[in-house]
């Protein structure tokens, strides 16, 4: 992949499993070839959104071997290939690139809550490590560690970083990143409570990495396509606030219990959540539906809305 940046809706895709808890395989083809045809503008494989810390090593290693083999040109594939130190980064990254991936993205590991230069320093290494196309998530609410601009921005002047995925709640953090230029895409999560979507989108942001476009692939594209006049800021206006209710009820949960339930209940090719995560039903599911219902998601996208009771079997 070229250090072309990246616009649009990048969109962390779920994991897919069948009724047996394996991986789907098929349905990985199903989501990669809807969202191709929805106007997704990059996919993220084994991020969060994808229940990654719940995969086995092998399970990791297939996906990646499998999902490769689906690419095409029109819709770049990264991966979350965060190890818990360096060398098992490295190692992830590299696995990764060798077997087609477009590129990889990264957040600081979770649980050692290491200090900000310690984590600087482990960005580094791991690029120094590869050639592959990588990415940053700063995701304080998932792994603690919140990298300040400054850590950000030295961070970004090694060429092979070309994404950010912000999810600090410091709203000043994005301007000042976009501020200094760096060459990379500036995107932020979609989560309407962080409050980074507008500030990103008006500042000069390059789109949100997201998981509200598992199921509204369109709108999110909408939402995350850089203002270049008044056009493009008028049609973010009038989606992202129509939108609102669906972004507020995919973070209604834990990620991705919210999407991947409200997916499953529509009809698409989800499967379960694994454990020790389980899925929303009754009331809180419904209220996802009548959601998907009243923005009339349900008739552009073909969805097939079942009962709550059996959606949730």
């Known amino acids: 992949m070229s250090k072309k940046k990246l616009t649009g809706s990048f969109v962390a895709l779920i994991t897919p499993f069948n009724k047996d808890g394996s991986v789907d395989f098929a349905a990985f ?10 106007g997704s503008a990059a996919v993220l494989i084994m991020g969060s959104t994808g229940e990654t810390s719940l995969l086995s090593p092998e399970e990791k290693k297939a996906i990646i071997v499998e999902t490769a083999k689906m690419k095409s040109p029109r819709l770049p594939i990264f991966y979350g290939a965060t190890g818990n130190n360096p060398a098992a980064t490295i190692a992830n990254v590299r696995f ?26 482990f960005f580094l290494e791991v690029a120094d490590a590869t050639d592959l196309p990588l990415g940053i998530y700063n995701n ?4 603690k560690t919140d990298l300040n601009w400054d850590n950000l921005l030295r961070i970004f002047k090694h060429p092979n970083y070309v994404v950010h995925k912000e999810s600090t709640p410091r709203v000043g953090q994005v301007a000042q990143v976009l501020a200094c230029r ?3 895409s500036v995107m932020c999560c979609d989560s309407p409570n ?8 008006s500042l000069g942001g390059h789109g949100t990495a997201n998981m509200t476009g598992n199921i509204a692939p369109g709108e999110m594209e909408t939402v995350s396509t850089p203002w270049t006049s008044y056009v493009e800021a008028e049609n ?4 992202y606030l129509r939108l609102l209710p669906l972004l507020h009820f995919t973070y209604s949960a834990i990620n991705p219990v919210a999407v991947k339930s409200l997916m499953k209940a529509l009809g698409m090719p989800a499967g379960d959540l694994r454990g020790p995560l389980t899925s929303l039903d009754g009331e ?12 009339g998601l349900d008739e552009k996208y073909g969805y097939h809305v079942e009962p709550i009771s059996a959606a949730a079997a």
Do not use: Q
Request: contains cysteine; negative net charge.
């Open 236 to 239: 973010f206006r009038t989606v």
């Open 140 to 143: 304080p609410p998932r792994v």
């Open 182 to 184: 760096p060459d990379v």
């Open 96 to 121: 990764a690139e060798e077997n087609g991936a477009d590129g990889a993205i990264l957040a600081a590991p979770a649980y050692i809550c290491a200090a900000e230069s310690d984590i600087e320093r």
């Open 194 to 201: 962080l409050g980074l979507v507008v500030p990103t989108m």
């Open 284 to 295: 809180a599911l419904a209220k996802g539906v009548r959601i998907v219902r009243e923005l």
């Open 29 to 38: 083809r199903t989501l990669l070839k809807f969202h191709e045809d929805n």
